[in-house]
């Protein structure tokens, strides 16, 4: 059984850092194309960062300077690294797997950036 578990969101200060977490299993990991993706309210879901098996990454423009992605292959985990939070980064945050035509997410976990 795929599961994919996000973890280390909350409420943070405008300016503040956050650390997201998602931990894999039932799937291997180093294979798969690893994503982070934001859904704040009466919004679509967006693509905020993604990296490859290779360790390429990528940033919605938004995000770019402030937010980085890494993965821990050993651990089956790949992280979210949020520095220099706006109010605007308020969403749930989801990760997701994919490989060919399979893809798998997380439940989601809520970063709220608030004074």
């Known amino acids: 059984q795929v599961q994919l578990v996000e973890s280390g969101g909350g409420l943070v200060q405008p300016g503040g850092s956050l650390r997201l977490s998602c931990s894999a299993s039932?799937?291997?990991?180093?294979?798969?194309?690893m994503a982070w993706y934001r859904q704040a309210p009466g919004k679509q879901r967006e693509l905020v960062a993604s990296?490859?098996?290779?360790?390429?990454?990528d940033y919605v423009d938004s995000v770019k300077a402030r937010f980085t992605i890494s993965r821990d292959n050993a651990k089956k985990t790949v992280y979210l690294q949020m520095n220099n939070l706006k109010p605007e980064d308020t969403a749930a945050y989801y990760c997701?797997?994919?490989?060919?035509?399979?893809?798998?997410w997380g439940q989601g976990t809520q970063v709220t950036v608030s004074s």
């Open positions: 990296i490859t098996s290779a360790r390429s990454t």
């Open positions: 039932g799937i291997s990991f180093s294979f798969y194309r």
């Open positions: 997701k797997a994919t490989l060919s035509m399979r893809e798998h």
